[in-house]
């Protein structure tokens, strides 16, 4: 049995993602992954800094938490983003159905209590043991979305690059069995390997049959830190330079890591959002920079669309740019953010020191549009609207020194 050292202290939290994410807060289960897939970004990252042995979250930590929240006492960003019935996350980090789950059973745990307070939850997995008791009669008194993740690459070449899940036809089995018991499942095609998309469309088509009905896909991102290592290895075990696939593509840089251009994506985006469409299923870009593409507010699938009694986050990029959109002039000015709800309390507490700011630097406004006002007009980080495919600078600046913003582009784009 797997030895566990104690609490994982920051199982619940917000992510960094939720600059561009509908829903920002992640609960897992263990600190640590057991399906060792080469891609994947937590697994080094997230270790770095965690001290030795696998640690857990407290199951009775978060009932507490929950029925704190639910009497109205609120003492953080998370218990307002609880409080707003926001989405958890549940594997955000670190898959909660890897086999250690079977012994240790932290997320069976996790689920109970979810369960219990009805709390809308998206559960990301590769794993098959949703399908066993108690695990499966749990999920059917949930209110939540199941959506298994799969790298979009010829079946043949899956071991080199997940070399501990069961393969593809277990996933179709299991979002079959699923979905059959009425539990809202979805497809993450994610990573998708360059010059595979065809396998990945024909994988969406099998999701579709197996009656997934939300489907999202994301390119291959590399991690600066594995290029000669797990990144080799996989080129090596595929029999081409991935990295050397990219480049001839296009390639960007963001951080230390490596993804292909907006441009290189284009295309397949589009293939993907038709295929979606035309097979009676919700689409989600997964690449952040398309994930205004999506139907609904996030990557996720368009969860808000499918999953009752949950309100998504839309206080951030993609809530403005997603509400210009409905604006005749497709204007997304900075003070749209403050007509959408977004957390009073410190959102700065849960990211790196280096990325808080002091109270008397935040011009009188809360901690979470201090953050977006030092990035709204771009600069040292790389999310701004312009960011995102298909929004424009129009070279105005608003009478607070903003940029405006205009989605026009983007929305051409989605009314084909």
Known sequence: ??????TYKHALSVTGQIFFCAAPIRLDSYDTCQFGCTYCFSRD??????SKGIH?????????????????????????FLTRRVPLQLGGLQDPFTPMEAELG???ELLGVLREHEYPTLISTKGSLPLSEPYLSLLEGMNVVVRLSAAGIPEPLRRAVEPKTEGFAATERTLFALSARGIVTGLRIQPIFPGHEEEALAMAEAAARAGVRQLSFEYLKIPGESVDTEMAAASRALGYDIVERMRRLGVVRLGPDWSLSRDAKRPFVRRARQLSHALGVKFGAGDTEFIPWSDGNGCCGASELTQEGANHFTGNFVGAIRASLAREDKRVTFDMLEGLWSPAQSVGNYMD????????????????????????????????PAFFDGVRPTGEIDETGFKIYESSELARELAV
């Open 353 to 384: 020191w280096r990325r808080r700011i002091p109270a008397d630097q935040r011009e009188g406004r809360t901690d979470w549009l201090a953050l977006m006002s030092r990035r709204w007009n771009g600069g040292k980080s790389p999310y701004s």
């Open 56 to 80: 857990q979250a407290s199951p009775k930590a978060l009932a507490l938490r929950l029925e704190r929240v639910a009497r109205g006492d609120v003492r953080s960003a998370v218990d307002e």
């Open 106 to 108: 932290v997320t069976r």
């Open 45 to 50: 990252r997230s270790r770095a800094w965690a």
């Open 1 to 6: 049995m797997p030895t566990t050292q104690g």
